[in-house]
């Protein structure tokens, strides 16, 4: 017969460990969400209809870093948990002339939505629209304001 009553100190410290570090890792990871921001849009033609299967980039101008994706059935393309950074987007697919959205400034906590319309490629082109106006952040619904230095 087996004593249990020995083994539920051995299985305490063990559950006690793991929960310690689960709250660890989840406070390291809420850090990291607190701090970013999300871009996302939908790419359509110039009928107005979805552009499945491209190719997306998001670059982060200040790091120089690169995020790839691609737009889902339906066209849409999501960026989440970006750092603050100046930003440009690339969206390309065949038949498709290439799209760089740039002057994108993402902030804190802030969600934007690009949307891109994907020009019919008829020779070697791209097309670049420099995003100087304000992008209306429509997800949210409260006052902020970023002060700057």
């Known amino acids: 017969m087996r004593h249990y009553h020995s083994l539920l100190p051995r299985f305490a410290a063990r559950f006690l460990t793991a929960m310690i570090l689960v709250l660890i890792l989840a406070g390291a990871a809420w850090g990291q969400i607190t701090g ?15 552009v499945p299967g491209a190719s997306v980039t998001i670059k982060n101008l200040d790091t120089g870093t690169e ?19 100046r930003y440009e987007i690339t969206a390309s697919k065949t038949g498709f002339a290439k799209v760089v ?13 690009v949307d891109l319309t994907m020009p019919l490629q008829t020779t070697q082109e ?15 619904t409260e006052m902020s304001q970023v ?3």
């Open 147 to 149: 002060v700057s230095q």
């Open 36 to 50: 970013s921001g999300l871009v996302a849009g939908t790419l359509t033609d110039p009928n107005g209809s979805v």
């Open 126 to 140: 791209s097309v670049t629209v420099n995003a100087d106006a304000d992008i209306v952040d429509t997800s949210k």
């Open 67 to 85: 995020l790839p994706l691609s737009s889902n059935e339906v066209g849409i393309y999501t960026a989440p948990f970006l750092q603050p950074g």
């Open 101 to 113: 959205r740039t002057g994108i400034t993402l902030q804190v906590g802030q969600t934007l939505t």
